[in-house]
């Protein structure tokens, strides 16, 4: 999509302020909306707001696609653009318009999820509701009445209401009769202190509350685009005005440099895919060298992915963490037993159940929970001790094995282990490191596709604050699925930030290429 003979407007992004001015410009020749926003001088008191919106990691997985990159462009009138907002690295959102004539909501376009709902008139017990826009039936005379009940959990909070049925305007783009959630209870602090009035869903059908029909099926099905393709530009840099773009109906070459490496998508709902082995400064972790699931999600702020490998990643990058007791009891137990076993190379998975910790039920190793406790009355304390020491105990196999590999001395092997130990993920999902130390820590790389695709500290660390008053925080986050959904990676902003996403529905792919 390029700009021949036509003047592009400049998107002006709010960062980190309320006060927002909207303007919206179509180019001559390629008809396309690009919505403005202007934003006010950065303010250091929003910056609890960014960390709370900051972790925005839902319970569910996502999906993505099949075939190679070939033409995802289409005719540029037929590929409409959404100017995102960048809120301190930490939520990318744009507006949209619901009713007729429309009224303005601001959104998290979010790939992890399928619903849209935005605040009601009619919510009335909810502080949130009094601080963002809401949406008045009356005033539109395309509102259609639903009424079914409908609730959504997030990881960070829950909203209820009811369905209702009006047009929705995304850009230029007009989807009519669309169903959508209006939000009658927002509870707890992140809807509160967001920038965002409420979230537009990309994901699957599948995973839709209620059925409804997501928006971006709608758009499809009403012939409002030539291709079933959508894509992402996050603009990393919150210090500049451009906060990124979501493209719809196409992708735009200026947002990316080489070709998109194309994955299939392996479980509609979300944007899933299969990913290969996780590499901390060049060194595989071999944690998913036998595969791990992957899901592509605009609204997931940060990087998710198993505790095992987090752990080793805030142990390379000196990352703050909380020190686990049943962890460091396992190395000190049996911690030699452990590597003794791996020295006489039996089998990884089946080592924790050998030495009574956990049974192996052919597959993998579960824990004894559930067979070891006898008083019921202390069954469900008992059952929580036995897990945490499983999964502790699979933990120490993975981690060990990892040190064997690299030829590092048992007494190195045991010392390596029981400091990681001390480094378990925050369970409150933040973990801190010295601003100062950025430049050493090493890149964190994913292999997706067959290829390697590299984080580097600068792109993984989220900066807040300036000078003496700066503080620097993990991208990483931990978020443990089991199998069969599992192990599972949710590669939220931090990495679409550094690689433009296409979504490609048509196709059932989704391709990742260099940002531009």
């Not at 964190?444 to 984080?455: A, E, H, P, Q, R």
Request: aromatic share 8%; glycine share 12%.
């Amino acid at each position: 999509m390029g700009t021949s003979g036509c003047k592009a407007m400049e998107l002006l992004p709010l960062l980190l302020c309320s006060v927002v001015l909207f303007s919206s410009v179509v180019s001559c020749e390629e008809k396309l909306v690009r919505i403005g926003l202007k934003k006010l001088k950065f303010d250091q008191n929003n910056r609890v707001a960014a960390r709370m919106e900051s972790g925005h990691v839902r319970e569910g997985m996502r999906a993505a696609l099949n075939r190679k990159y070939g033409g995802l462009l289409g005719d540029s009138r037929d590929t409409d653009i959404v100017a995102l907002k960048n809120y301190l690295d930490a939520q990318y959102y744009g507006e949209i318009g619901v009713g007729t004539p429309p009224q303005k909501f601001t959104v998290i376009f979010d790939t992890g999820s399928s619903n849209l709902w935005v605040p009601s008139a009619k919510c009335y017990f909810s502080v949130s509701c009094f601080l963002h826009a809401k949406y008045k039936s009356s005033q539109s005379s395309t509102y259609q009445k639903n009424g079914k009940s409908a609730e959504i959990q997030y990881g960070t909070g829950a909203i209820a209401g009811f369905f209702s049925v009006d047009h929705v305007k995304v850009g230029k783009l007009v989807v009519k009769d669309q169903d959508f959630i209006e939000a009658t209870r927002e509870p707890g602090v992140t809807f509160l202190m967001a920038k965002f009035d409420g979230i537009l869903g990309l994901g699957f059908r599948e995973i839709s509350v209620g059925d409804a029909v997501p928006v971006w099926d709608n758009m499809m099905k009403q012939g409002l685009i030539k291709e079933p393709v959508f894509s992402f530009w996050l603009n990393r840099h919150a210090d500049e005005e451009e906060g990124g773009e979501i493209v719809f109906g196409g992708v735009d070459p200026n947002h990316f440099r080489g070709k998109h490496t194309y994955v299939p998508v392996t479980q509609k709902g979300y944007w899933q895919f299969d990913m290969g082995d996780v590499i901390i400064g060049g060194k595989s972790t071999g944690y998913c060298g036998r595969g791990c699931s992957a899901i592509a999600d605009s609204g997931t702020s940060l990087l998710a992915g198993p505790t095992t490998v987090v752990a080793m990643i805030n142990k390379a990058i000196g990352a703050s963490g909380v020190v686990s007791q049943q962890c460091k009891t396992v190395v000190s137990q049996y911690g030699q037993t452990i590597l003794d076993l791996l020295m006489a190379e039996a089998g990884p998975k089946k080592i924790c159940s050998q030495i009574g910790l956990c049974t192996f039920d052919g597959i993998k190793s579960v824990s004894m929970g559930i067979e070891s406790v006898v008083n019921e009355g202390d069954e469900r304390s008992s059952g929580a001790v036995n897990d945490a020491m499983c999964s502790a105990c699979e933990m120490a196999v993975v981690w060990m094995q990892n040190q064997v590999m690299q030829n590092q001395t048992q007494e190195r092997i045991l010392q390596y282990v029981d400091e990681l130990c001390d480094r378990m993920p925050n369970p409150m999902g933040e973990s801190a490191v010295e601003c100062g130390s950025v430049s050493s820590m090493p890149t964190v790389s994913f292999t997706i596709g067959g290829k390697v695709f590299d984080l580097r500290p600068e792109e993984y660390i989220l900066k807040v604050g300036e000078g003496t008053a700066a503080q620097c925080i993990s991208g990483f986050t931990a978020l443990d699925i089991p199998p069969p959904r599992g192990p599972l990676w949710i590669l939220g902003d931090v990495f679409m930030g550094r690689y433009h996403t296409v979504f490609d529905y048509g196709n059932m792919q989704v391709g990742f290429a260099e940002a531009a």
